[in-house]
């Protein structure tokens, strides 16, 4: 078995340092992206949401980064900036989650077909006894989507971590592992628990300090310190209360900030020097995160329609080949954030906005339409 995994890695070196040696097979013109200006002004003053932040890079460097709109419109104003920090709602899937999993096959200490009951004894019961870690990547376990947080909230009070993951373990399976795919934020919060059961770390900590630090992601984090809150965009107004810095999504609340679904706080920066590492076959400066063995598997299909943390995007409109669209991956979060990564151009693209402030009635979907148009325009074949 040893044998074959170093073979493997072998040939994902090989893989990636080809990809990293050889030209894009198409280049951004840089000049051309300043035609995003007007679409994202264009879309703020129609109100579909209050500002945004929209980075475009390729290879090693960043071509396109700007900021517009306003980070809080009530009850005050304040604009948005480049270095703004947004709740990554979603978006935690992959660059939290997903990747620490990967880290610890890295290390030898789980692999993808082990019995979730492995970890969580709890969880093998009521049609759930074969549902494996890979199950619970792709989104195939036959766990439902989402479960009443307002219920556990009246019954166990406000941060009730213990009580949500034996909520999840307690569900009957919807259907064979395997056999239905179903996004499930249910699935990736139980992931995280899994990386604290075998790391002894919880999902915030073992990311600081295998993903974050050393990737020097200086604005990175779940349960962002006080001092960052005035560098936060808000999300929604709770009962008179707005939500700066303190996570969006029902079921993260009950996990207090620290949870596999969602949780995470991020800026663009930072967010490119994931995107690039993952793009470099798991470096990023020097410094090795992932494997290329590891990247293979977050970045290439591995169901249907997912990876191990991302899902494979046709409806970006630069990616037209079908090796891209293959190799292509991204990712939403319901709060107004986007990242996609392009291997085979090694372009990447994040766009990061408040569409849920002040009300939850915004909706970022035609600019993301709109600016991967933009880079289609932008783009020439070598």
């Known amino acids: 078995m040893k044998l074959l995994r170093f073979f493997f890695l072998g040939l994902a070196l090989a ?8 030209s894009f097979s198409q280049t951004i013109q840089a000049d051309k992206l300043s ?9 703020i003053e129609k109100g579909t949401f209050p500002g945004a932040v929209v980075l475009v890079g390729q290879g090693d460097k960043v071509l396109y980064h700007k900021s517009f709109g306003n980070e809080v419109i009530e009850p005050f104003i304040e604009p948005m900036t480049d270095d703004t920090i ?27 077909e082990d019995k979730v009951g492995k970890y969580l004894p709890e969880f093998g019961v009521n049609g759930k006894e074969d549902v494996r870690l890979k199950h619970l990547l792709t989104h195939t376990s036959g766990l439902p989507a989402y479960t009443n947080a307002a219920e556990l909230k009246n019954q166990y009070g406000e941060r009730c971590p213990d009580k949500v993951i034996e909520k999840i373990c307690s569900f009957e399976a919807m ?34 300090e295998h993903i974050f630090e050393p990737l020097k992601m200086k604005h990175t984090g779940y349960n962002p310190p006080p001092e960052w ?15 700066r810095g303190f996570v969006h999504d029902p079921l993260a609340q009950l996990n207090g900030g620290i949870s596999g679904n969602a949780g995470l706080f991020a800026n663009a920066p930072d967010l490119s020097i994931y995107c690039r590492m993952v793009l470099n076959g798991g470096t990023y400066r020097g410094v090795r995160i992932l494997s290329p063995e590891a990247v293979q598997l977050l970045t290439r299909r591995q169901s249907k329609n997912r990876s191990y943390g991302f899902g494979f995007t046709t409806s970006y409109s630069w990616i037209k080949d079908e090796d891209a669209v293959e190799q292509s991956i991204s990712h ?19 766009i990061l906005a408040n569409r849920v402030h002040p009300q939850d009635k915004g909706d970022i979907g035609p600019l993301r339409s709109r600016v991967a148009e933009i880079i289609a325009q932008a783009l020439v074949k070598n």
Do not use: H
């Open 15 to 22: 893989f990636f340092g080809g990809c990293q040696s050889l």
């Open 35 to 43: 035609a995003i200006d007007s679409v994202v002004v264009e879309e």
């Open 86 to 112: 947004f709740d990554m709602a979603s978006v935690s899937k992959p660059v939290g989650t997903a990747t620490s999993i990967l880290i610890l096959w890295d290390q030898g200490k789980i692999d993808f």
């Open 175 to 208: 259907n064979e592992p395997g056999e239905t795919y179903r996004y499930s934020c249910l699935g990736y919060i139980t992931l995280a628990k899994i990386v604290e059961v075998v790391s002894g770390q919880a999902i915030d900590e073992f990311a600081r």
């Open 229 to 243: 809150a005035k560098d936060i965009a808000a999300t929604e107004i709770f009962d008179g209360q707005l939500l």
């Open 332 to 350: 939403l979060g319901y709060t107004g954030t986007a990242v996609v990564c392009d291997p085979k151009n090694d372009i990447y693209l994040i």
